[in-house]
């Protein structure tokens, strides 16, 4: 399958599963389960930022007129989507496993760990964001720092586990770059 | 104007970071703008049809819980029955009943009957909804249509076989008494073709005493609805500067995204109204 195609794919896979699944399920008022974003996280590696950006931003606006909120996910999108590439230098920018791998995953950014770190910084970035903009309409600052850090940790934990149900196979390409 | 432009190129991706930023928050702050935008009606109508396909599907997922609520609003009508309680003495007495056995009939000011909703639109500024269903036929223009849980939905337009549109409450032309539950004004309901869980309470006069979250139910002069249904909570109100009223808008009691069964209302009281109002107007004229 052509990284176009799989990405279509993903586009519309991750909205249905965010919209239909995960927003209808209400584990508590301070949890808000997202895994959509993963699809930004799996973005291949050579994508132009600009075009990232852009992406982001039109991901988030599908996800924000399923619930007829314009605004809020595309901001969080298109933050995560400026920020990724910042995080992808350091993490694999010795090394040159942007070059020998197509996108982020466990192995091309090397192990679990910096995974994880990578994984939770974004969901961390994307949460305050989208909390941040909410609360600014809603008000109180304890309430938006609980439920950025819980559904952060829930977050993280969701997007592990679609790793291991869904193992990517990813070919390791030789420098032809 | 070179170095402008070394510029942008340099912080390109910055620039375009803070301008996708602040669309978003553009589109966040002035959402009701937005949503009579054409694109957003694309959006939406977009969005509308996969969720109803999904509704479909999702539809026989609510069937037990749809079946609890009946349930339940049954029992509590079951204790409602005349003949559970003990009027009087007389009730312990042996005596012959000259009434007849269903004496409250004649009684009765309105019936319900129930219809399925088959499609139903918010995304528009002229919403109608279609109802469908073997009772239809004996509708007639003008009924009132309620939702499960006895709130205002709309008007019946027109009738045509089994079908029926109703005029929604979310339609710029509808218009519907409503009634402050404390203070007892009346004013007229109408929707401005923004949000589509907020109506407009209009002709409140500035000395009527308001909260939010007050109720505002049908006031009965209509003789479409009964008096005392649930039309919405006041969300919030401001004074009218050029006038002497409110501007009072609602939340709506109905849940317009999710109408699968609506009951109309037959009114005794409809057709003998009409008849004065017309033999009324005829006179003036």
């Given at each position: 399958?052509?990284?176009?195609?799989?990405?279509?794919?993903?586009?519309?896979?991750?909205?249905?599963?965010?919209?239909?699944?995960?927003?209808?399920?209400?584990?508590?008022?301070?949890?808000?389960?997202?895994?959509?974003?993963?699809?930004?996280?799996?973005?291949?590696?050579?994508?132009?930022?600009?075009?990232?950006?852009?992406?982001?931003?039109i991901f988030g606006f599908t996800l924000d007129s399923f619930n007829h909120n314009p605004g809020f996910h595309a901001a969080a999108c298109v933050l995560i989507a400026y920020v990724r590439p910042f995080l992808v230098?350091?993490?694999?920018?010795?090394?040159?496993?942007?070059?020998?791998?197509?996108e982020p995953s466990i192995k091309s950014i090397?192990?679990?760990?910096?995974?994880?770190?990578?994984?939770?910084?974004?969901s961390l970035l994307h949460n305050a964001w989208l909390f941040l903009l909410e609360a600014w309409q809603f008000?109180?600052?304890?309430?938006?720092?609980?439920?950025?850090?819980?559904?952060?940790?829930?977050?993280?934990?969701?997007?592990?586990?679609?790793?291991?149900?869904?193992?990517r196979k990813q070919r390791y390409r030789t420098n032809t770059v | 104007m070179r170095n402008i432009f070394l510029f942008i190129r340099r912080y390109f991706n910055f620039l375009l970071f803070l301008l996708l930023q602040v669309i978003s928050v553009y589109f966040i702050v002035s959402y009701s703008r937005y949503h009579e935008a054409a694109f957003g009606n694309i959006a939406n109508s977009l969005t509308g049809s996969i969720n109803k396909q999904y509704n479909k599907?999702?539809?026989?997922?609510?069937?037990?819980?749809?079946?609890?609520?009946?349930?339940?609003?049954?029992?509590?009508?079951?204790?409602?029955?005349?003949?559970n309680y003990n009027i009087s003495d007389s009730a312990n007495k042996i005596i012959i009943d000259s009434l007849k056995i269903d004496s409250i009939i004649q009684f009765r000011k309105f019936r319900y009957i129930s219809a399925k909703v088959i499609s139903?639109?918010?995304?528009?500024?002229?919403?109608?909804?279609?109802?469908?269903?073997?009772?239809?036929?004996?509708?007639?223009?003008?009924?009132?249509?309620?939702?499960?849980?006895?709130?205002?939905?709309?008007i019946i337009t027109e009738v045509d076989g089994d079908y029926a549109t109703v005029m929604s409450l979310l339609h710029k032309d509808s218009r519907i008494n409503g009634k402050l539950f404390k203070g007892g004004e009346t004013g007229t309901i109408s929707w401005n073709g923004g949000q589509p869980n907020i109506v407009s309470l209009n002709n409140i006069p500035k000395s009527a005493k308001i909260n939010k979250g007050d109720s505002v139910l049908t006031s009965g002069l209509s003789a479409i609805f009964p008096k005392g249904i649930m039309i919405g909570r006041v969300a919030n109100f401001t004074p009218e500067k050029s006038t002497n009223n409110f501007e009072i808008n609602l939340f709506t009691a109905t849940?317009?995204?999710?109408?699968?069964y609506v009951y109309a209302?037959?009114?005794?009281?409809?057709?003998?109204?009409?008849?004065l109002l017309d033999k009324a107007k005829a006179s003036i004229n």
């Open positions: 399958m052509s990284v176009l195609v799989k990405n279509i794919v993903r586009f519309i896979l991750f909205i249905f599963i965010q919209v239909f699944v995960l927003d209808r399920i209400h584990l508590h008022q301070m949890i808000t389960p997202y895994l959509y974003f993963l699809f930004i996280l799996w973005l291949p590696f050579k994508m132009q930022r600009s075009w990232l950006m852009i992406i982001a931003f230098n350091i993490f694999v920018g010795q090394d040159g496993a942007d070059n020998n791998f197509e090397g192990g679990l760990m910096p995974y994880i770190i990578f994984v939770g910084v974004l008000g109180n600052i304890w309430y938006f720092l609980v439920k950025t850090i819980l559904s952060t940790i829930i977050n993280v934990f969701l997007i592990l586990i679609t790793e291991l149900i869904f193992v | 599907i999702e539809y026989y997922f609510q069937l037990s819980k749809t079946n609890d609520s009946l349930v339940k609003a049954n029992e509590m009508l079951y204790n409602k029955l005349r003949n139903n639109a918010t995304s528009s500024q002229s919403n109608f909804i279609v109802i469908n269903g073997p009772n239809v036929k004996g509708f007639k223009k003008g009924m009132g249509i309620v939702g499960v849980n006895n709130n205002v939905v709309g849940d317009f995204y999710n109408l699968e209302i037959e009114s005794a009281d409809a057709e003998p109204v009409k008849k």
